[in-house]
């Protein structure tokens, strides 16, 4: 991705203005006037906040649809269990590494100021592939489709992947987005309401599991538990090698993912440093915890070849299991998609920050657009580029097995991003010690940890499976090879934006950062001539 950064100040990054490289010359053309971004103190997101910021993203479909595929990639109730444990203890790894680099760059954005200050050289280039793997692949498909689901199966029982199911998902997209769009803090408060709420299901599926372990079922006790750690091998489930592990490890990583999520909105949160050290912690470490009890709650109720087969609707069958099939169960599953649309909400609310934050830094066609606050102090224009992603991946895919293929396309390119992140803060322990010194130092052994994970799952996907290689309903190489083709398409894109296209032109927009007196950011966009 580049050489390393080698400024000793990393407080220098949050108000240092984009430069113009020796090979440019002066400005020929303002583009814009100035443009203020501000934030009342009332907009901006206290610890409390923050806590559901992180939640409502990590607790979104994740833990109501991904538990089929991790046990059917295992074949082992004991060995699925430990894996929402080791996910658990990963994600406290890569939340270590994201606080140092959060506190030393307090600005939005997240892993895009990171990879800036380490990989310096060549200019963009970091960035431009990370807005590749944002732009393209941040996208809320996977919730909104689960939120689909989830209320037909509530309406009528039906339990098949379906285009009214998608239609539906269309519907919840465009609402969360619209609703930060045009009344912002009403979209935060909505995310901070469904932020309790979702905690409140989770809970309840916990306590419901407890019932069953006691023996309240409406089905026979189904000895989940007997022998746990038994590998078996069916052809519902089990038996898929290391793929089908890394698979496994793919949607747990899904699942746990947005602990990262105050990171990008740090510009507005109260007392950044403050909030995000206390926030962040409080959050994975309570959702860790409520991630492997609601796993023992589903192996409680539900045979394992229901839950290997049930695809996105595990946490509908234990309701039924449990419950049976009185009126109250009709409503249990519409309370789960309310907590996919309060994972939608919070996606949207961050992704749309860190696009805002590239049209900010002039790396955008028409980056004074997507960069803009306008109409409503809120960034509609990249809401409606985070919708528009959206939408598309939800209706391209055919009906079928849909969503483990939306899960590991989401997911997959975040690897290779968290593993630049976390080998370029390697470097920066072992061999810039005396210029990085960040307030918050994540402990040595974790970062490798966290490093290696990513590497593993990075490579082990183009590993051919045993088995079916189509048993997806797809080649199981189709979603790395599209994750790293996203990739490399920023990596293009850098080399038209920064080489060829201001060869033919003569100049290239660039985006001047300040910091104004109030403490206000103010972005400038200026028509760079080249020599």
């Known amino acids: 991705m580049g050489s390393f950064d080698k400024s000793s100040d990393p407080e220098a990054v949050k108000a240092a203005p984009v430069a113009i490289s020796d090979n ?10 100035a443009e203020k971004f501000a934030y009342s103190e009332d907009r901006k997101i206290g ?3 923050a806590v559901f910021l992180i939640l409502n993203k990590m607790i979104g479909t994740g833990i109501f649809s991904t538990p089929s595929a991790i046990f059917q990639a295992t074949g082992s109730v004991g060995v699925a269990l430990f894996l929402w444990v080791i996910g658990g203890f990963l994600t406290c790894c890569g939340l270590s590494v994201w606080l140092e680099f959060g506190l030393a760059i307090p600005r939005s954005g997240g892993e895009k100021n990171y990879l800036e200050y380490i990989y310096k050289h060549p200019k963009y280039l970091a960035s431009c592939v990370l807005a590749a793997q944002m732009i393209f692949l941040g996208f809320s498909s996977g919730n909104s489709l689960a939120f689909g689901r989830y209320i037909l199966y509530a309406h009528n029982g039906e339990a098949q992947d379906s285009y009214k199911a998608r239609g539906i998902g269309v519907a919840c997209a465009t609402f969360a987005c619209a609703l930060h769009a045009f009344l912002p803090k009403w979209g935060v ?30 089905v026979p006790d189904p000895k989940n538990f007997d022998n746990a750690f038994r590998i078996e091998t069916t ?34 949160l109260k007392d950044p440093r403050r909030t995000l050290t206390l926030a962040a912690p409080i959050a994975v470490a309570g959702v860790t915890i409520l991630y492997v009890l609601a796993n023992v709650a589903y192996f409680a109720a539900v045979p394992k070849v229901d839950i290997a087969t049930s695809e996105v609707l595990v946490a509908g069958i234990f309701f039924k299991n449990v419950f049976g099939d009185s009126a109250g169960v ?3 599953p519409v309370f789960v998609a309310l907590s996919n649309l309060g994972n939608v909400l919070a996606v949207a609310f961050a992704h749309a920050r860190l696009n805002q934050e590239l049209g900010k830094e002039g790396l955008l066609p028409l980056s004074k657009f997507w960069g803009s606050n306008k109409p409503c102090n809120a960034p509609a224009a990249s809401l409606f580029l985070h919708w528009l992603i959206t939408i598309i991946v939800l ?22 991003i968290n593993g630049f992140v976390s080998g370029g803060l390697i470097f920066l322990h072992f061999f810039r010690r005396d210029t990085w010194k960040p307030t918050w130092r994540c402990w040595e052994p974790i970062l490798i940890i966290f490093f290696l994970l990513n ?35 920023g990596a293009t894109y850098w080399l038209l934006w920064t ?8 100049h290239r927009i660039v985006a001047e950062r300040i910091i104004d007196e109030d403490g206000n950011e103010v972005i400038r966009y200026k028509k760079v001539k080249r020599e």
């Open 24 to 33: 440019e010359s002066a400005v020929v053309g303002e583009v814009q006037a």
């Open 47 to 49: 610890i409390t906040g």
């Open 189 to 218: 408060r909505l995310v901070n309401v469904l932020g309790v709420f979702k905690v409140v299901i989770v809970l309840f599926i916990v306590f419901a599991g407890f019932a069953a372990l006691a023996g309240h079922r409406h």
């Open 235 to 268: 052809e519902y489930y089990g038996g898929g090698g290391a793929y089908a592990y890394s698979n496994a490890l793919l949607n747990i990583v899904y699942s746990y993912k947005g602990w990262e999520n105050a990171n990008y909105v740090m510009s507005e």
């Open 330 to 332: 009709k409503a249990l």
């Open 395 to 416: 209706l391209a895919p055919p009906p079928g097995p849909a969503y483990n293929f939306l899960v590991n396309l989401y997911t997959y390119p975040g690897v290779w």
């Open 455 to 489: 590497v593993f799952l990075a490579v082990v996907p183009f590993i051919p499976p045993v088995g079916d290689w189509n048993a997806e309903g797809y080649p199981y190489y189709v979603f790395p090879i599209v994750g790293v083709a996203v990739l490399l398409l």
């Open 499 to 506: 080489k060829v296209w201001p060869w033919f032109r003569g």
